[in-house]
């Protein structure tokens, strides 16, 4: 039995974040957005590339910005800072990093730049080494996209959805509708080789066939 309880609570207000929960949100977020990302690319303080200056990376409210020097990135946060004064938004130094290459004779080196900073705080600044997790993939400052622990991820994940109480086909409907592609965009990002590719499905292929307790070396066709 359950019962509705026919009152109102208290009014909720939404004080940080992007409100969700209606269709209508991604578009007005989108359109309240629009004059920072044009002001940067009008502005040109970006990565050369070719003949196209670079200035901004953007995904959802995930913002990356791109500069060739320090005073430039300096520059495209004072405008980034400015627009959130004027709308109200808010910058979360904490949840951000930053690095300079500077390139040398033999190689490249990762220099520290004490002009980027947030709402008066300095950005967490990413060493050699470091890698920070960005949509989901791990973004290293020298060789980009950081090759992800495919085969960790995927021996945890079969063993969670072996361990959980239901049948072998729904637990293969997990593994190929949930797992497979969180797995593909991962890999397919930084790149990963053909030959690790196979060593993946040759894994995944004897996990399913471990939960219906078949031999491995029986047909990967099941009728």
Same mark, same amino acid.
């Given at each position: 039995m359950?019962?509705?309880?026919?009152?109102?609570?208290?009014?909720?207000?939404?004080?940080?974040?992007?409100?969700?929960?209606? @269709?209508?949100?991604?578009?007005?977020?989108?359109?309240?957005?629009? @004059?920072?990302?044009?002001?940067?690319? !009008?502005?040109?303080?970006?990565? !050369?590339?070719?003949?196209?200056s670079v200035t901004l990376l953007v995904f959802a409210d995930d913002l990356v910005l791109l500069s060739v020097s320090c005073d430039g990135m300096q520059g495209n946060i004072m405008v980034v800072e400015g627009f959130c004064q004027l709308t109200g938004l808010r910058l979360q130094a904490e949840k951000c990093h930053r690095f300079l290459i500077r390139p040398t004779e033999d190689s490249d080196t990762i220099s520290d730049c004490d002009l980027w900073k947030v709402n008066g705080s300095k950005l967490n600044r990413m060493d050699l080494g470091s890698s920070k997790r960005y949509l989901g993939l791990g973004l290293d400052p020298r060789i980009g996209l950081a090759k992800p622990e495919l085969q960790e991820k995927l021996d945890t994940w079969v063993k969670n959805i072996g361990d959980a109480p239901l049948k072998v086909l729904q637990r293969a409907e997990i593994l190929k509708r949930y797992a497979i592609p969180r797995l593909l965009y991962a890999a397919d990002h930084p790149g990963t080789n053909a030959s690790y590719f196979q060593s993946l499905k040759w894994a995944k292929r004897m996990a399913v066939k471990s939960w219906p307790h078949l031999p491995s070396s029986m047909s990967d066709f099941i009728p």
């Open positions: 359950g019962s509705r309880i026919k009152c109102l609570s208290e009014v909720i207000e939404i004080l940080t974040g992007v409100k969700q929960g209606d @269709p209508v949100s991604l578009m007005m977020f989108n359109l309240s957005i629009a @004059p920072l990302l044009r002001r940067l690319e !009008k502005i040109r303080n970006g990565f !050369k590339h070719g003949r196209k």
